[in-house]
């Protein structure tokens, strides 16, 4: 089985410039999610999909980032304009839908630096 | 705000030594929690999890679960090198399965 997989893996920006992640997560996988993860902390979650509606973007800084799940498949999250602080690790996980499988699966990642 | 806490560390054992790790949580409406092990520049991957009160077994790992005392663990058993790493706790805090994660303790295991 294919696991959730992520691109561009590695980017280098400038202030105020944007940029956008892809994640297509594994096949079948309801619930989708993407966590920011900045060096030395836990991932915080951004927002979560289920399906192709909006579960929870309550952490997800409106005014500058922006996520979709057209389809309820592929996603993008967007920053636009980037600053210095969301250098980060942009984790993208997904889970089933079925009840009592609880396993959630993070794909590698894409590492932004900010500068 | 609901969270869940871990002391950051670094948490240093011999090899060979029980490693204990510790987690609090606040939201006492929290169903399941994880364990997530994650390497330097990797994703973290899932250890084990538990929901129930008590203690959990997989092989060298075990987990406990105090509700009562929003309080999870995670002992390792024959600590290996191999098991350094930053271990994250997260907890399922409502039925939309969200998952909110500690900032994770660094655990050194010395030859």
């Known amino acids: 089985e294919a696991g959730v997989a992520q691109s561009p893996r590695y980017k280098i920006i400038e202030k105020r410039q944007s940029v956008a992640f892809w994640c297509n997560p594994i096949s079948g996988h309801a619930t989708l999610y993407w966590y920011q993860q900045i060096l030395g902390q836990g991932p915080k979650l951004l927002i979560q999909?289920?399906?192709?509606?909006?579960?929870?973007d309550s952490q997800l800084p409106k005014d500058r980032f922006s996520a979709e799940r057209l389809k309820g498949v592929d996603s993008t999250l967007k920053i636009q304009p980037a600053k210095l602080e969301d250098s980060a690790v942009y984790l993208c996980?997904?889970?089933?839908?079925?009840?009592?499988?609880?396993?959630?699966?993070f794909g590698e990642g894409s590492w932004l630096t900010v500068v | 705000q609901k969270e869940v806490e871990q002391n950051s560390g670094p948490l240093s054992v011999p090899e060979g030594a029980i490693a204990s790790l510790n987690c609090t949580y606040s939201d006492r409406g929290s169903q399941s929690f994880f364990w997530y092990r994650q390497y330097s520049g990797k994703s973290p991957e899932l250890i084990m999890f538990i929901y129930s009160n008590g203690d959990k077994e997989d092989g060298r790992f075990t987990a406990q679960l105090n509700k009562a005392s929003q309080y999870v663990s995670l002992l390792i058993r024959d600590s290996q090198p191999s098991d350094s790493a930053t271990y994250l706790c997260?907890?399922?805090?409502?039925?939309?399965?969200?998952?909110?994660f500690g900032s994770g303790t660094r655990l050194l295991v010395r030859p």
């Open positions: 996980a997904s889970r089933p839908l079925r009840q009592g499988l609880n396993t959630i699966y």
């Open positions: 999909f289920q399906n192709n509606g909006v579960v929870d």
């Open positions: 997260a907890g399922q805090v409502d039925s939309s399965y969200k998952l909110i």
